[in-house]
């Protein structure tokens, strides 16, 4: 498609050389040509499909060890996909820590593995676009958005594994679990500004540098989800 071609190139040459002028052109081209602007809508849903995948493979490979999941009893885990508790760490006493969401291990092990991990990765090539605060970079909140949806979804995918009816709801739970996190960023950064900043960049400096936390597998007593929130 000859138009599409345009919009490839053009996307190319804006990566590389962050060219405004050929910004400025597919700007005026998707007001003025319909047919081009659809062109570029289904190249982009492409891409994000294509990406949610990536995403999500990279979660698949972490997930069983971080949730300390049990093959032989994956019943057991079906409260982690209910009400975001698989965002929060577990203390010593085996109570859900909701003072600190994100700081699980796998957060920033996947940041790393799909934004940060080597010389083509978009931090490396685009670094001066992440948010600073408080003289601090950030990880945008977007960003951390994708990242978890795909941890949600690759404990979706193993714990309903045997589920049949579950594969019906996987398109609409990408974007019913993405709006639920975005919810719940928007509402703690509305919360505490300041401890919003610092977790984003806590996150932003773990998966800069691919650290790796050590991973809690306390099991989560899911008695407990209602005691606490956000």
Same mark, same amino acid.
């Given at each position: 498609?000859?138009?599409?071609?345009?919009?490839?190139?053009?996307?190319?040459?804006?990566?590389?050389?962050?060219?405004?002028?050929?910004?400025?052109?597919?700007?005026?081209?998707?007001?003025?040509?319909?047919?081009?602007?659809?062109?570029?809508?289904?190249?982009?849903?492409?891409?994000?499909?294509?990406?949610?995948?990536?995403?999500?493979?990279?979660?698949?490979?972490?997930?069983?060890?971080?949730?300390?999941?049990?093959?032989?009893?994956?019943?057991?885990?079906?409260?982690?996909?209910?009400?975001?508790?698989?965002?929060?760490?577990?203390?010593?006493?085996?109570?859900?820590?909701?003072?600190?969401? +994100?700081?699980?291990?796998? +957060?920033?092990?996947?940041?790393?593995?799909?934004?940060?991990?080597?010389?083509?990765?978009?931090? +490396?090539?685009?670094?001066?676009? +992440?948010?600073?605060?408080?003289?601090?970079?950030?990880?945008?909140?977007?960003?951390?958005?994708?990242?978890?949806?795909?941890?949600?979804?690759?404990?979706?995918?193993?714990?309903?594994?045997?589920?049949?009816?579950?594969?019906?709801?996987?398109?609409?739970?990408?974007?019913?679990?993405?709006?639920?996190?975005?919810?719940?960023?928007?509402?703690?950064?509305?919360?505490?500004?300041?401890?919003?900043?610092?977790?984003?960049?806590?996150?932003?400096?773990?998966?800069?540098?691919?650290?790796?936390?050590?991973?809690?597998?306390?099991?989560?007593?899911?008695?407990?989800?209602?005691?606490?929130?956000?």
């Amino acid at each position: 498609m000859h138009e599409a071609g345009i919009l490839e190139r053009c996307t190319r040459r804006l990566q590389e050389d962050n060219n405004e002028a050929l910004f400025k052109f597919i700007r005026r081209r998707i007001r003025k040509d319909v047919d081009y602007a659809k062109d570029i809508i289904a190249i982009a849903d492409e891409r994000l499909h294509l990406d949610r995948g990536t995403y999500k493979h990279s979660a698949k490979n972490l997930v069983r060890t971080e949730y300390g999941l049990d093959e032989n009893n994956l019943q057991a885990f079906l409260g982690l996909t209910d009400q975001l508790a698989y965002i929060f760490p577990v203390k010593a006493n085996n109570v859900i820590d909701y003072d600190n969401p +994100f700081m699980r291990p796998i +957060f920033p092990q996947v940041l790393y593995e799909n934004f940060f991990k080597g010389p083509q990765s978009f931090a +490396f090539r685009y670094g001066a676009s +992440f948010p600073v605060a408080h003289g601090r970079k950030e990880i945008p909140i977007d960003m951390l958005c994708l990242v978890t949806t795909a941890i949600y979804m690759a404990l979706h995918d193993i714990v309903y594994e045997n589920d049949r009816l579950s594969i019906q709801r996987k398109a609409a739970s990408w974007d019913a679990e993405y709006a639920d996190v975005m919810r719940f960023l928007v509402a703690l950064k509305n919360r505490s500004p300041y401890g919003f900043s610092t977790m984003m960049a806590k996150l932003y400096e773990q998966a800069s540098h691919g650290q790796q936390l050590q991973s809690r597998v306390n099991r989560i007593n899911f008695d407990k989800l209602g005691t606490g929130s956000l």
